[in-house]
């Protein structure tokens, strides 16, 4: 397909730690609830399930947030149970309970039926809303195509929704691993295709959102999440038609094996809050580039004292290029829009000045 | 008081990491719904806060894993937010839903008003069943007494109840920090009045669970969360009446933070599941002893799968003094108690064959 080339590449480049004028920001979830006009597309879609499979809908509310704060990258708006919802499971939004399946897998039989699903066919919808995303954006800045991680889906999968104590998935994860594992290949072959599906219909850079990985102990989190993910990056089109294609892993409270996931072959980590980011650049180096990482939670504070928490995070990655600003976790609901703001043009400014210092 | 001579010290031994002939072993919630005759007592008590302050059945239901287990330590039967509920903000529980306080702290003029409970006044309900549970071990196995932490009670007595996004607690402690460390300071002068009358009431060691340090960043757990309970771990009564009383602490999702825990003075830090054993070995080499750190999910497994994984722990700790067997947090209630049995000898089996290995 033929795009209008990037005008503004900062993402991409601090992806592949490489120079730029200053830092580039997104956010978490940067299409989303905290944005009244958000609130107002979702209204008329009927349900959010409606929102992701209407194209035209889901590549508005994609944009809605560029058009009030200088980000650096679109994210696809979509869900990361979509997969398994092309599986056949039958994804539903239960509204306060979040995402439940109609018919969740238990048995190794359950295990046995799935397969991957094509994503030109069952997950059309979600490349054919990249390519018109990607179409719209008109070169303004990169769009970052995403997957959930094999792991996440199947605690989703198993559990048939969100879980507090992960009883059914722990159970299969300890008692039967041969079918879990056998769940984990077919997610990761799905994943890899889809994620190339969304590469080749435009996404500009993806990212893999494992985020339930911490819920695991660290030789359970080697075997049963981190393997997958780095499969699906040694499958990547990481070069698509002359460009290349970074790749960031993301384990929400996965800071303490960030090593391991830098020795995956990604080019980033995104980080929770939960970690130092001076002493996480300390630990993998330059081997790849870091996203991250404000506790979400600063955005309820006070200009200042925002302001003050986004110029500690980039003083202690210092002037060096491989950072992208932004949450530790997605952007809650009920913060004031306006602190995005001051959050997104703190970034830019406090990284030109960190830059010009030397 | 005068109380029957400990019988089986492993515990206080293993704490302060002097040798015994085996491991000691006890379980998070040992006392609890996976037990049905807890369920009966429960039923029969009311409420479950009407069970924590009625002295005899508190210690009915201390005392029920014993006779069904080798356990080598009891804890007392209460729950983290007495403290709070004895300020006066009105403690219940809503089925499904968890504790939740009918007055919440807000602002700042909240928080001023709230002083240092007396312990011997509005929490005489636990120093009593304590007593009363010290002197039906008759010197058994040591009793465990306990508290929340300062950030952990915080948490729930600013959000009202349990939380997602801790929007209130933290939406203080980024712009009313000063606020919030007042509420610390009170916080855990509670505490340590409230130990330290656990302690004269009978308690032979006491643990602190900071069930919610681990949402912080490493500053603010540093800041909010371990300077309150290295706070307390310097009021206790350390030696009481010619016994050494251990001070555990235990932070959920703080295995980054081990070595600043180690240097708080506490004799233990309590693992979760998240950190594996030998290298936290590593970490704090024997400036403390270790609890911990099962998955409570392996208790979903088959009895085979369990005994492999109560001897990779205890392989990984090795053959030297300063390990208490435990899960890494809370025994679930779905789990079959036959297999809280077969951990409880599995540990003591190994504990045994490892001393003698050499």
Redesign the interface.
């Known amino acids: 397909m033929c795009f209008t080339p990037l005008k503004n590449d900062r993402l991409i480049k601090a992806l592949l730690r490489q120079p730029t004028d200053t830092t580039p920001v997104w956010i978490m979830r940067q299409a989303g609830r905290y944005l009244p006009e958000y609130r107002e597309i979702r209204k008329q879609a009927g349900s959010f399930l409606d929102l992701c499979k209407n194209r035209e809908l889901a590549c508005e509310v994609t944009l809605q947030p560029l058009r009030r704060f200088e980000l650096d990258a679109a994210i696809l708006f979509s869900d990361i149970l979509t997969i398994p919802d092309a599986m056949g499971l039958g994804l539903y939004f239960s509204e306060g309970e979040g995402p439940k399946f109609e018919r969740p897998l238990r048995t190794q039989a359950d295990i046995e039926k799935i397969g991957v699903p094509d994503p030109t066919e069952s997950l059309r919808y979600v490349t054919d809303a990249v390519t018109l995303i990607r179409q719209e954006l008109d070169g303004k800045v990169p769009l970052i195509g995403f997957s959930g991680s094999p792991w996440t889906l199947s605690t989703y999968m198993v559990e048939g929704g969100s879980s507090k104590?992960?009883?059914h998935i722990?159970?299969l994860?300890?008692?039967q691993p041969a079918a879990l594992h056998k769940l984990l290949d077919t997610l990761a072959n799905s994943v890899s295709a889809y994620l190339n599906a969304q590469i080749e219909a435009g996404a500009q850079a993806v990212m893999i959102f494992d985020t339930w990985g911490?819920?695991?102990?660290?030789?359970?989190y080697a075997r049963f999440s981190l393997d997958y993910m780095q499969q699906i990056v040694s499958s990547l089109k990481r070069n698509y038609e002359g460009q290349t294609i970074p790749v960031t892993l993301f384990t929400k409270?996965g800071?303490?094996w960030i090593e391991d996931t830098a020795a995956t072959g990604c080019d980033a980590i995104g980080l929770d809050?939960?970690?130092?980011i001076a002493?996480a650049r300390k630990r993998v180096g330059d081997r790849v580039a870091l996203q991250g990482n404000m506790?979400?939670?600063?955005l309820?504070?006070?200009p200042d004292?925002i302001i003050d928490?986004v110029k500690s995070i980039m003083t202690g990655f210092g002037n060096r290029p491989g950072h992208v600003f932004n949450l530790g976790h997605g952007i809650?609901p009920?913060v004031n829009p306006e602190h995005l703001g001051i959050v997104v043009d703190t970034v830019h400014r406090v990284g030109r000045e960190i830059r010009n210092s030397q």
Request: charged content about 25%.
């Open positions: 104590d992960y009883r722990k159970g994860m300890y008692d911490g819920v695991l102990s660290p030789e359970c409270g800071a303490q809050w939960t970690i130092n002493d506790d979400p939670c600063v309820y504070a006070a004292k928490e809650h009920a």
